[in-house]
Every structure is written in structure tokens, then in C-alpha cells.
């Protein structure tokens, strides 16, 4: 399989001492392991990130967009690139209590079973770098959080 690789191009004009230059940049966006862990499960049929606009004062890390065989959905992306603690993770409960609405998805490094543990119970959804995920507000699907030794597994069918 052929993986494409996405570019950000851009073009600047500077302008100093009577003299102009055009400066023109290719630059690769390095591929998501969130998104290629998302692709590689059997029932996603397509999988977008895009930009997120400001909803009521807030804004999330962006806005992903799942198809599956049951329909599209839509889930605001909240990226955190450090360690996953139980302090980050209760301020994130604590931030969407209010209801978010489209529902969110959590990216991070490696959701734990601790973490996973709290996470399930708030309809939080995740996906992680290792491949762990989770999706509260995607019925019948199922949640694995694996660690060294031991794989932890909730749900049931992988049909959605």
C-alpha cells in the first residue's frame, strides 16, 4: 500500500533595502500515528482532521471526522503530548462536564488501564500512539488498553 504524503506549501515576500525576495517553502506534514491507528481498524471507512473553529469562546485541537459502515460522526480532538497523569486527565473531565457537543476524542502517547478506567466511565473517547482506543459515543465497538504482560478488553463486537 501507498502511503501519500501530505505537504504544506508556502510563499513569502520580503521586502528590505529596495531589494525584494520571494521565498517559496515545501514542507511534509509528518504522518499521525492517531490517524493511521484510527485507518488501520476494521470498521473505519475514512478518516479527516481538520482545523477547529471557535465554539461559544472555546476551541479544541480540532474536529475529526470518522466514517464508518453505520454512518459519519463527528468528535473534537483533544491532543495532549506529555505523559497521560491523573491530574491531566481529571482537568480534562472537569473541562467537558458541561456536555461537549460534538462529542471529543482524546490523542495521546499511551492511555494506560488506570487511565482507560477513568476515562470509559465519562464517555470519553481515546485513541493512543500503541493502538489502544476507545469510542463511548460509537456503539458495539470494541476497547483494548494493552500493557506489558497484560491486555485489558471491554466491549464487544468490532462490527460497526
Sequence with gaps: MEKTVRAIRSIGLFISNERA????IVEAIPPSPYLDNLRSLPFVRKVRLRADRPHRGKTTDGVLELT?????RTLRVEEKTSHL????????????A???????????????????????PRGINFV?????????????????VSEPR???SIGCSTTA
Excluded: C
Excluded at 482506543?133 to 483494548?144: E, I, M, W
Design 85 to 96: 497523569t491523573l491530574p491531566v486527565v481529571r482537568d480534562l473531565i472537569a473541562r467537558t
Design 68 to 72: 464508518t459502515p453505520r454512518g459519519h
Design 150 to 152: 497484560r491486555t485489558f
Design 21 to 24: 525576495s520571494i521565498l517559496d
Design 128 to 144: 493512543d500512539k500503541v493502538g489502544n482506543s476507545r469510542f463511548a459515543t460509537l456503539p458495539r465497538l470494541q476497547v483494548s
Design 98 to 120: 458541561s456536555g461537549t457537543t460534538p462529542p471529543l476524542i482524546l490523542f495521546a502517547p499511551y492511555v494506560s488501564a488506570e487511565m482507560a478506567a477513568v476515562l470509559l
